[in-house]
């Protein structure tokens, strides 16, 4: 069984439905008469952002990009490869960049960078789990979750080798799956 690979759960389903409605108040609030475009990046955010989409009341649109820095480990490589680009003309559109997880801060930094390239009129980052100890890339998240400890976690979207992703809360994996 999948839980038996974790070792405690961080954040609960009851934790995470809270916090995501939340912050989807405090958006709603902030982006009232804006043109709000949520770009979600795949595959990590899904779960978050089906969840946080809901959450606002207000009109928007979403789109999705698909990158990849990490392969089968759990440290980012720094190199960013953009698999799925957005659809979607950025021109006067109000970003929100939706990611599970802020760690090194690479991949956000390189992807916001990319895209304000494109006529945006504003880009913020609403991250599910925030992990500033391992910062290498100065990059502070507009809207975070929770503030977590510098353990690999997994669910909620959140995958190792792809797997993981259904599991409704935030668990930290036991180091013995990945170290073996
Ligand atoms: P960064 O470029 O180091 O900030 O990496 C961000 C990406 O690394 C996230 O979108 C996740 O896909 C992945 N990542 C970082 N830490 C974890 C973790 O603890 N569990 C699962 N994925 C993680
Ligand atoms: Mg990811």
Redesign the pocket.
């Known amino acids: 069984m999948m839980k038996n690979d974790i070792e405690r759960v961080l954040v609960t389903e009851e934790e995470l439905k809270e916090k995501v409605k939340e912050i989807g108040a405090r958006i709603t609030a902030d982006y009232a008469g804006k043109n709000l475009l949520l770009v979600s ?1 795949l595959k ?2 899904v779960i978050f952002m089906a969840d946080l989409m809901r959450a606002i009341d207000l009109p928007c649109t979403i789109d999705f990009m698909c990158v990849s ?2 392969g089968a480990g ?3 490589s ?1 190199v ?1 490869k953009i698999i799925k680009d957005l659809d979607t003309d950025l021109h006067g559109r109000d970003l929100l960049i939706v ?11 390189y992807i916001t960078k990319m895209l304000s390239d494109r006529g945006t009129s504003s880009i913020r980052i609403a991250t599910l ?1 925030d ?1 500033p100890e ?1 910062r ?1 890339v100065p990059l502070t998240p507009d809207y975070s979750g929770f503030v977590i400890p510098d ?4 669910g909620y979207g ?3 080798d792809e797997k993981y992703r259904n599991l409704p809360y935030i668990g930290v ?1 036991k180091p013995e799956v990945y170290e073996k």
């Open positions: 990046v990590g955010s820095s990490y759990t440290k980012s720094g960013v990611e599970d997880i802020l760690d090194s801060g690479k991949t956000l930094h789990l992990k391992r290498t353990k690999f976690v997994v959140l995958d190792y994996l």
